[in-house]
């Protein structure tokens, strides 16, 4: 009966919005009206765009009509002063003159503003004369740099580039030494009597500034670095020896800004401190006095993180971790995270289940082991990792047992740019209890023999990863490209002459058989911030997965293989229940267990603000997973691999607390490969029926 009654909840939900919409339009005066939305519009083609005008637009408009707690009244008032605002921004930009023009429309208790929008005369820089404090040194440093002006001959005047290229200009010169310089020693004197339609711009860097009259001129000098000093509260126990060395302002040292940018880049990068505050003063003789005050942060906590999901097919799955983090273990800035993490399922009026339990230790130092802070000049210096692991995998089929560790470095190039690098990888795996059922099937399926046998990997990875925006839970537009890398076994070849043999032909190593295979996996995603405040966002990701097995092995392990399905990947599906191809679900697997050697995904996600911190989500994906040596055709990646491609459709509801997202999404399936052709898509009668969806909680946004 509950199924039956399903269908029918989106038409009640509608039908209580429309409800609560007119009574909230009740509400409204009589001589009021709600705004429905501000359009902007150019009478003529220009370089402008919408997304320039809209920020200047000083009413927000309601959004959608059946949203009332969004609508915002219209006032005519908020009209006159974005007028206003338009006009100075479009002078600001080089749009002289330009005028906007207002039309209202009217359609029952709702009104539309149409900005209609003629941007004024722009003048091109025809030359650009420099004028500076003769004879000095400021002059020929000065002179030096005028190669990067970024104001050129033939660009439009623009307030807004003059205002860049001051700043720009300013930022060299105290990296030349010139402390005291600054924009407001910056002036511009544009001519454009001269010509149509262009100027002569004379650009001025004066001794004095704008507030100032001529009389309190001051040469600029070149300063050098006086004291340096650190404070910190005594309580902290931490090596100066450590802060010396990260430091790279020294005392005698000419002043470069550069230098203060990178010592704080460093000291941040230790995450001792919560606060690292530069300050600088002028001392005698033109010199510089650093004092870097340094405010710890919260060294040592837990943090927990969960995952819950749950299909109509009534199989009920609970990921936990919980995890302990030290920043300061030794006193040196060496980070030591403890985790401990779990995964149950379990299936409903069944005695199927399965439990995982894992364990593991990361050291992470402040430092590339073996070589010293002076070998590396720039922002960032790399931190060493050493890593172990134990895993426990409890199925209906099988106990599994993995032991892990690894070493390398992590780091970054700039802001944008981050590695990891791991020239060691050490991977034990045993499989015990095995169903004799499950042992049969393997015994007549290759393919599977060899990737559910014990196996011993030894090689190397690496993960490097490129965004735009490195915050936690980014609030603008961005994109990024993140790109993995595994290989095992291609050093132990190299000595297989001496080791023994399998009856199957492997090659052995402490009586284990040696993986050995190649695998990358890369993703591209972008996400659009737009709305007002943006607070609508438009999230993008395509993925794709390859590996291949070779030499000492027949099929890449278990667990190296590709899956979809889950919290984030295709969310009509639980974790590991979709492909390969469109083969019918393995009957030997209880619980779901479906993988591949490749691995194609699209994901879109339209997110929407509601009230306070509570956001809305829609959602489309599409993919799945394929074998290339499997014995059964309808497992393999083939020419119309397009036809095998799951698809669904979904919602989902997210809590914005800023520093972490909660997520609770429902997926629906529109077409799933594992059905029966002719029976693939899947309409709304399907989505509440036994296997047609599934419910999914989780921590952050799924990509």
Known sequence: MGRQHSKYVPALFAAALLAVSCGAAKQLAEDAYWLSKNEVKFTEKTALKVSDITPYLKQAQSGLKILPGKRVEFSPELVDASVQSIKDHLEYLGYYNSTVEPVIT??????TVEYLITPGTRYK????????????????DFLDDVDNVSVKVGDYLSEADLEVESARSAAYMRTKGYYSINTNYYSFEADTLSGPDSTILE???????????????????????GDVTFSYPEGLAFDNRILKSLNTIKPGDVYDETEVHKTYSRLSALKVFSGVGIELSDADSNRVNCAINLTPSKLQGFKINWETSYNSSGLLGISPQLSYYNKNIFKRGEWLNL????????????NIKSDEFGVSAGLSLPRFLGLPYERFKGSNIPRTEINASYNYQSRPEYTRHIVSSSYGYTGSFGQYFSYQLYPLQLNVVRLTNMDQDFLN?????????????????AGFGGVLYYTTNADLVPKTSYHYVRLSLDSSGNLLSLFKGGMKESEFGEKLIFGLPFSQYVRSEISFGKTWRFGHEKTQALATRILVGAGLAYGNSSSLPFEKQFYSGGANSLRAWRARSVG???AQPNTIFRIPSQTGDFKLEANVEYRFPITWKLEGALFAETGNVWSWKSDFEEERFGPQFYKTLAADWGTGLRVDLSFIVLRLDVGFKIHDPAREEGHRWIGPDGWFQRGGSALHFGVGYPF
Do not use: C
Not at 203 to 224: G, L
């Open 203 to 225: 650009m001025r860097v004066n001794e004095y500034t704008r507030n100032q009259s001529p009389s309190a001129a001051k040469p600029h000098e070149i300063y050098t670095i």
């Open 580 to 582: 390969p191809g469109y």
């Open 339 to 350: 985790a401990f993490m779990g995964n149950f399922q379990r299936k409903f009026k069944s």
């Open 125 to 140: 820089i025809a030359v650009i004369r420099y004028k500076l404090p003769q004879g000095s040194s400021f002059e020929a």
């Open 441 to 457: 099937n393997l015994i007549l399926n290759p393919f599977m023999w060899y990737s559910y046998q014990d196996h011993f990997d």
């Open 106 to 111: 009217e359609k029952k208790k709702w009104k």
